[in-house]
């Protein structure tokens, strides 16, 4: 089982940047999709960015987030990046890491599909961005 543990969230001002990191232990598989989600208590976990590691690392990012956030792994693919600059209050939620090995469309596809396509999930680290 893969495990991906989140870290570095926290609450910051509107305008503020945060580096969040979710570390990976227990792949076996050489491709994987890796994605970081997030949720709003009561709305529907979404999509904020996904790389294509092992599949030329192409990257893809939801219309909120394009300009300000950055996705990025290691050299040892063992380690997940986000970076957030400029936050805003709606970005607060509950952000995820996830992973979904072998994909046999591209990452990009897998992430505009939906969380469901994802098999590998983080425990989550809070972001709350204040006015």
């Known amino acids: 089982q893969v495990q991906l543990v989140e870290s570095g969230g926290g609450s910051v001002q509107s305008g503020g940047s945060l580096r969040l990191s979710c570390a990976a232990s227990g792949a076996t598989d050489s491709r994987y999709c890796m994605g970081w989600f997030r949720q709003i208590p009561g709305k529907e976990r979404e999509g904020v960015a996904a790389?294509?590691?092992?599949?030329?690392?192409?990257?893809s990012y939801a219309d909120s987030v394009k300009g300000r956030f950055t996705i990025s792994q290691d050299n040892g693919k063992n380690t997940l990046y986000l970076e957030m600059n400029s936050l805003k209050p709606e970005d607060t939620a509950m952000y995820y890491c996830?992973?979904?090995?072998?994909?046999?469309?591209?990452?990009?596809?897998?992430?505009?599909?939906?969380?469901?396509?994802?098999?590998?999930w983080g425990q989550g680290t809070q972001v709350t961005v204040s006015s």
């Open positions: 996830a992973a979904r090995p072998t994909p046999y469309y591209t990452c990009g596809y897998y992430f505009t599909q939906g969380p469901a396509r994802f098999a590998y």
């Open positions: 790389i294509d590691s092992g599949g030329g690392g192409r990257t």
